[in-house]
C-alpha cells in the first residue's frame, strides 16, 4: 500500500495521539477496497499488506530523543498496537508496518520498529532498525538489550500460515548482512516498509532490493510512501516505486507514484521452497560458506561503532543528544582511517 505518510511535528501530545489513531482506522476502506480489487483482478484473496514506513508519525525532524518518544511513540502494549491489532481481525488479513516504538525497560529511549500483525490481532514479529543515521539502535544497548531480549529479539522470524516473514527496515535494505542473517533463520518473504525517493533510474535501494532477493532466495515486499505531508520538503519528494521482486531477483509488480495499491503479486512459496531443496548454480543459499568471512568480519569488527555504546560505566542506557550520532560516525571514520582501512 503506497500511502501518504503524515508528519506530526509540532503538534501537542494528546492532538498527536488522537491523529495516529484516526489514521489507522481511515485504513480500513482503503484496504477493503483494495481486497475485492486484488481478488477480482487475480482470482486470489488479499492475505498480506505491507503499510509504508514511519506512515503514521513521519520521522522526527530534529527533536529530542526524550521529546519524540513521549509525544508519538508506540508503546508495544498502547493503544496505536491495540487499533492496528483490532483492524487485522476485521480485515483477515496479515498487516506489516513500521513505527517510532518504545520500551518500558529503556525509558526515554525511541526504536524504529517494523511489525507485523496477524489476523488473530496479535503482534507476530516486532524488528528493531539496527542501522539508522540518526536513531538508537539495539546494538546502542547491546549487552543489556541481549539480557533482555536475546538473539531472537534482534534477528526475530515469524513463522506463519503465509510462510517465514522477516523485516527490514528502510536504508537496512542497502547493508547485505541484515537480510543475509534473516535468510540463515529461516526467512522467506522480507516486509520492507520505505519512504525514499522514486525514480525512473535505477536508484540505490531499487537496486538493493533486487539484490537481497536474488542472493538470499527470497520475495521482497516493499512499500514506499506516497510523499510526507505536512513538511516544507516537496510532498512528492518520497514517492513511488512500491514493488514486489521474488526470488529470482525478478520485478513482478511496481506502482508508479501517489497513492496505490497496485504493487499486488502471487507469492508463490512452494516454487521457492522447491528451489532452495534443489542443488543447482542458482541455489545462492545452499552455496553460502559464512564461516568462511567470520575472521575477517571479526578482525576488522574493532574499528567500526562499538556496541553499548549508550550505556554509562553503570550500564545504564542514557539517551545521548542529537549531535551524538554525527560524532559517532566521525569517530568510526578516524578508526578507519587509523586501521588503513580508509585512505
Do not use: C
Request: glycine content about 8%; aromatic content about 10%.
Amino acid at each position: 500500500m503506497q500511502l501518504t505518510a503524515r508528519s506530526l511535528a509540532g503538534i501537542d501530545a494528546s492532538s498527536a495521539r488522537a491523529d495516529i489513531l484516526a489514521h489507522i482506522g481511515a485504513l480500513e476502506g482503503a484496504i477493503r477496497t483494495t481486497a475485492i480489487f486484488v481478488e477480482q483482478y487475480s482470482g486470489l484473496p488479499l492475505r498480506l499488506v505491507v503499510l509504508p514506513e514511519y506512515l503514521f508519525t513521519s520521522y522526527p525532524a530534529g527533536e529530542t530523543i526524550e521529546g519524540f518518544a513521549a509525544r508519538v511513540g508506540f508503546a508495544p502494549d498502547g493503544p496505536e498496537y491495540d487499533a492496528l491489532g483490532k483492524l487485522a481481525q476485521r480485515l483477515g488479513l496479515y498487516i506489516a508496518g513500521n513505527a517510532y516504538e518504545t520500551d518500558r525497560h529503556f525509558p526515554g529511549f525511541y526504536f524504529q520498529a517494523s511489525f507485523l500483525i496477524a489476523p488473530d490481532g496479535n503482534v507476530a514479529l516486532r524488528y528493531r532498525r539496527l542501522l539508522s543515521m540518526f536513531a538508537p539502535s539495539p546494538h546502542d544497548l547491546w549487552e543489556a538489550y541481549l539480557d533482555r531480549y536475546g538473539l531472537d529479539g534482534v534477528f526475530p522470524v515469524a513463522d506463519t500460515a503465509l510462510g517465514r516473514i522477516a523485516a527490514i527496515a528502510s536504508e537496512e535494505i542497502l547493508y547485505p548482512e541484515i537480510a543475509r542473517v534473516f535468510a540463515l533463520r529461516g526467512a522467506e518473504i522480507f516486509v520492507h516498509s520505505s519512504s525514499e525517493i522514486g525514480s525512473p533510474l535505477a536508484t540505490p535501494k531499487d537496486i538493493a532490493k533486487r539484490a537481497r532477493a536474488f542472493e538470499n532466495m527470497a520475495y521482497v515486499v516493499s512499500a514506499n510512501t506516497a510523499g510526507i505531508s505536512g513538511t516544507p520538503m516537496p510532498i512528492a519528494s518520497a514517492d513511488g516505486n512500491s514493488q514486489i521482486v521474488d526470488w529470482r531477483g525478478k520485478l513482478v509488480a511496481q506502482s508508479l507514484s501517489g497513492e496505490t495499491y497496485t504493487a499486488f503479486a502471487e507469492i508463490d512459496l512452494a516454487a521457492l521452497r522447491a528451489a532452495r531443496r534443489r542443488p543447482a548454480m542458482t541455489n545462492m543459499l545452499a552455496r553460502q560458506r559464512p564461516q568462511m568471512f567470520a575472521e575477517a568480519f571479526g578482525a576488522a569488527a574493532a574499528a567500526f561503532q562499538p556496541p553499548g555504546a549508550m550505556l554509562d560505566d553503570g550500564g545504564i542506557a542514557t539517551p545521548p543528544p542529537r549531535d551524538y550520532f554525527r560524532k559517532a560516525q566521525e569517530a568510526v571514520i578516524d578508526r578507519l582511517l587509523r586501521a588503513d582501512i580508509l585512505r
